[in-house]
């Protein structure tokens, strides 16, 4: 059974920084691309960004340039560092692992198989 669970999240006022961690168990990671989305009240999940298996990275337009993803496969460990954050960056935000493996860091909830229990991040003006 995989399990992945989100740590980090917070309040933080506006043009601060948050970085977040997932931590996988029961699967390794190193060969699974992995996934950040997040979800607003009233909104569908949305992608924020994903890093293939061999660490390539995609992001979501608006997160462009102030987000980065990573990973770190001994410590079976994803992070997500948030910069410049926006009162509109408000969410839960998820990671997700992807359901094949030599994948590539799909923006598509469907290729992901697995979710964490999401973090909650609160962004104020």
């Known amino acids: 059974q995989v399990h992945l669970v989100e740590s980090g999240g917070g309040l933080v006022q506006a043009g601060g920084s948050l970085r977040l961690s997932c931590a996988a168990s029961g699967r390794t990671i190193s060969s699974h691309a992995m996934g950040w989305f997040r979800q607003a009240p009233g909104k569908e999940r949305e992608f924020v960004a994903g890093?293939?298996?061999?660490?390539?990275?995609r992001y979501a337009d608006s997160m462009k340039g102030r987000f980065t993803i990573s990973r770190n496969n001994a410590e079976n460990t994803v992070y997500l560092q948030m910069n410049s954050l926006k009162p509109e960056d408000t969410a839960v935000y998820y990671c997700?692992?992807?359901?094949?493996?030599?994948?590539?860091?799909?923006?598509?909830?469907?290729?992901?198989?697995?979710w964490g229990q999401g973090t909650q991040v609160t962004v104020s003006s």
């Open positions: 890093i293939s298996w061999v660490g390539s990275t």
């Open positions: 997700a692992q992807s359901k094949a493996q030599y994948s590539s860091g799909s923006s598509l909830r469907g290729e992901y198989d697995y």
